[in-house]
T-cell receptor
Framework: AQTVTQSQPEMSVQEAETVTLSCTYD???????LFWYKQPPSRQMILVIR??????QNATENRFSVNFQKAAKSFSLKISDSQLGDTAMYFCAFMKHGRGGGGADGLTFGKGTHLIIQP | ETGVTQTPRHLVMGMTNKKSLKCEQHLGHNAMYWYKQSAKKPLELMFVYNFKEQTENNSVPSRFSPECPNSSHLFLHLHTLQPEDSALYLC?????????????????FGPGTRLTVT
């Protein structure tokens, strides 16, 4: 079984600052995916960024980037030039590659980090 | 708007009631999921349906009964629930492919149903 740990229950930064959210995971799988999801007060879960474990290059999506360290099983999210709209719960999630011949697999989530962007 | 809708958005039910949650995806995906989000636990996977067949039941009590009549619709039938079942129930969908192609299979979530059991 996989586990995902987010050690920061809450973080608060000033608008325009850079913030890094940490995530570690434990798995015996070699092929898997990692995701960061954002859940604002509306409760709508939104995909922020994804990383394939076989790729060494860190994923980047505009102001969001990850630091993926496979050997250390670490997957942190960096938000640059933070904005008020970034205020939300952020969840790190793990998904193993589908079974042989295909097949869906569910996500294993961490407990989340509540990020507050102060004006 | 993610292309995944859920109804109702809020539901209050007694422990002896029977109700159903509905999820519909408009993305042409072939896999659907139910997750439970309660206040004191991480999001928990409940069920996985792939090509309309249930491929995973994550040790969910039998008072929760899923149904997937086609690849666009997913239901969660509820009966004789307990107060601790009060939670946000999230539906998600994804496009799955077979073989060794390590494509990404990101899941798209609906807005959830806030369930309160009294």
């Amino acid at each position: 079984a996989q586990t995902v740990t987010q050690s920061q229950p809450e973080m608060s930064v000033q608008e325009a600052e850079t913030v890094t959210l940490s995530c570690t995971y434990d798995t015996s799988e070699n092929n898997y995916y990692l995701f960061w999801y954002k859940q604002p007060p509306s409760r709508q879960m939104i995909l922020v960024i994804r990383q394939e474990a076989y790729k060494q290059q860190n994923a980047t999506e505009n102001r969001f980037s990850v630091n993926f360290q496979k050997a250390a099983k670490s997957f942190s999210l960096k938000i640059s030039d933070s904005q008020l709209g970034d205020t939300a719960m952020y969840f790190c999630a793990f998904m193993k590659h589908g079974r042989g011949g295909g097949g869906a697999d569910g996500l294993t989530f961490g407990k989340g980090t509540h990020l507050i962007i102060q004006p | 708007e993610t292309g995944v809708t859920q109804t109702p958005r809020h539901l209050v039910m007694g422990m002896t009631n029977k109700k159903s949650l509905k999820c519909e995806q408009h993305l042409g995906h072939n896999a659907m999921y139910w997750y439970k989000q309660s206040a004191k636990k991480p999001l928990e996977l409940m069920f996985v349906y792939n090509f309309k067949e249930q491929t995973e039941n994550n040790s969910v009590p039998s008072r929760f009964s899923p149904e997937c009549p086609n690849s666009s619709h997913l239901f969660l039938h509820l009966h004789t629930l307990q107060p601790e079942d009060s939670a946000l129930y999230l539906c998600a969908s994804s496009q799955e492919r077979g073989g060794a192609n390590l494509k990404t299979y990101e899941q798209y979530f609906g807005p959830g149903t806030r369930l309160t059991v009294t």
